[in-house]
């Protein structure tokens, strides 16, 4: 297994209630497995992930498959997700190309989707830029809209709501995230507010560890989708306190493709909807969760939309976004020869 370190600047910093992100820094993971080489991406984000230095130290004791760590932490979360996630991906991108076939058709149990719907995702911003990107979104063909909240004050988050709703029309679903912002007293105020506008769910109102609070919050007329608290109190945890209608499931939080899979197919079976999204990841990352948001059967729209976020990349996307959705690329591992250049390591 080999690794090759990169940074990537966003375009300009996605504000959330827990800071901007501005720069991805990551590792790219390359395995050669029986014979076939397979890429994966490795790209920690402190507060869903190990941090960048646990990363590194973490794949440098990785040789290969036979090495992917089953070590976990408490509640069977594994202790260095993006690490993991990277040398899955690999493993996993190697043996659809070895047997011919996507990753998406190598991890379902039925046919994949041919493609995914995907949500726009509007930063933290005035009322007037809110409406401006929602109004955007929608020109675009989003169909969903995500809005990021609880960096303001409740009350202008309440208005930057109802901007949103019309900006976007009766017909857009929409859902806000606040990242962990709100006590419990706000949160029930701010999903009043998000039921009566008709939002789908808010993600993550409460600070993460807070299960119960979570539970507590539901069926107040809109759903409750857990986010970080998957990464701290574990998907087992949250699923067994009923403390979500849906759960954002983030491959490099979970510590690879097919954990995630695991995680969704144990929602499913207990009536959770399930969201993949990305931590703004690397073209690698994130068309391997495209394939994964594909394997799952009737996926809502997913937090996929986040290739434009970066300012450069490690290739030119094989997944862009069109009309509000991806479509998966249907060649061998994660798009066929999309990433030969990539396969080579360096000289
Ligand atoms: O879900 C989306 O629309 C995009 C991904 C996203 O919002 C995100 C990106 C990086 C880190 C955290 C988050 C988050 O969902 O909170
Ligand atoms: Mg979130």
Not at 171 to 183: E, I, P, T, Y
Request: proline share 7%; with cysteine; net charge negative.
């Amino acid at each position: 297994m080999e690794t090759e370190p990169f940074s990537l600047d966003l375009r300009s910093p996605l504000s959330t209630a827990s800071g901007p992100i501005s720069r991805r820094e990551g590792f790219l993971v390359r395995v050669e497995h029986d014979g076939v080489v397979g890429l994966g991406e490795a790209t920690p984000l402190p507060g869903w992930t190990e941090s960048y230095a646990e990363c590194e130290d973490a794949l440098s004791g990785m040789r290969g498959p036979e090495s992917l760590p089953s070590e976990t932490g408490e509640a069977g979360r594994p202790r260095r997700p993006a690490a993991r996630h990277g040398a899955e991906l690999a493993v996993a991108t190697a043996e659809a190309r070895a047997a011919g076939e996507s990753l998406a058709a190598f991890l379902a149990d039925e046919t994949p989707a041919d493609t995914v719907a995907v949500n726009a995702t509007v930063g933290d911003g005035s009322v007037d830029a809110t409406a401006g990107a929602t109004r955007e979104a929608v020109e675009e063909g989003f169909s969903t809209v995500k809005v990021k909240v609880g960096a303001r004050d409740p009350d202008v988050d309440a208005t930057r709501l109802r901007a949103v709703r019309e900006a976007a029309g009766d017909d857009v679903g929409l859902r806000a995230d606040a990242n962990g912002a709100w006590d419990v007293e706000t949160a029930r105020r701010m999903l009043d507010v998000a039921a009566e506008l008709d939002f789908s769910y808010v993600e993550q109102p409460l600070p993460s560890a807070d299960v119960e609070g979570h539970a507590d919050l539901r069926g107040r007329g809109v759903g409750v989708a857990l986010d970080e608290s998957l990464a701290t109190a574990g998907p087992a945890r949250v699923l067994a306190a009923d403390a979500a209608d849906a759960l954002v499931c983030k491959p490099m939080a979970l510590g690879g493709p097919i954990r995630t899979l695991d995680v969704a197919r144990q929602a499913s079976e207990r009536g959770v909807d399930v969201v993949v999204t990305t931590t703004i990841d690397a073209v690698i990352a994130r068309v391997g969760a495209v394939h994964v948001a594909a394997a799952l059967p009737d996926v809502p729209a997913c937090g996929l939309a986040t290739g434009a976020m970066l300012a450069d990349d490690l290739a030119p996307d094989p997944a862009p976004v069109e009309g509000g959705r991806i479509r998966v690329p249907a060649g061998p591992g994660l798009a066929g020869d999309a990433f030969s250049a990539l396969r080579q390591p360096p000289e």
